[in-house]
């Protein structure tokens, strides 16, 4: 991005429902990929028994983070429904945007894997 670009884009605040009036609903592919992460180090993918205990330690600390990220898109998405129903509307009748809507359901099913996966260490 050009200097003057970004000098002028931190000069401009955003509005205070800017955020999430613009919030994309592909985002909801971070909490595919955290999710997939976290089962694929739960998984131990090298098998060593060595690294077992390090992959679990580091799959329930992915998972944990797949869960906040999840938990914070549903209510901000949810607000941006309730608040900006305009916006959501367009997004879902765009040609691109209303595809990347197959993320949401897409990314609560990945945690639900990883729910199974990872949840009898996390939820003994």
């Known amino acids: ?3 003057a670009a970004a000098s002028v884009l931190a ?3 955003a509005a205070p429902g800017a955020r999430v009036r613009d919030l994309h609903p592909g985002w909801f592919a ?3 990929g955290t999710a997939i992460l976290a089962v694929a180090a739960y998984d131990n993918p090298g098998g060593l028994p060595a690294l077992r205990g390090a992959a679990h330690g580091i799959g329930a600390v992915l998972a944990v983070a797949a869960y906040a990220i999840g938990v ?3 209510v901000a998405y949810a607000a941006r429904w ?3 129903r305009p916006a959501a509307l367009a ?3 765009h040609p ?3 595809a990347m809507h197959a993320t949401v359901p897409a990314g609560l099913l990945v945690l ?3 729910t199974s996966v990872v949840g009898p260490q996390l939820f003994p």
């Open 82 to 84: 309730v608040r900006h």
């Open 96 to 98: 691109v945007l209303g």
């Open 91 to 93: 997004d879902l009748r």
């Open 1 to 3: 991005m050009p200097p």
């Open 11 to 13: 000069a401009v605040p």
């Open 112 to 114: 639900a894997v990883m």
């Open 72 to 74: 914070v898109l549903i």
């Open 30 to 32: 971070s909490v595919m």
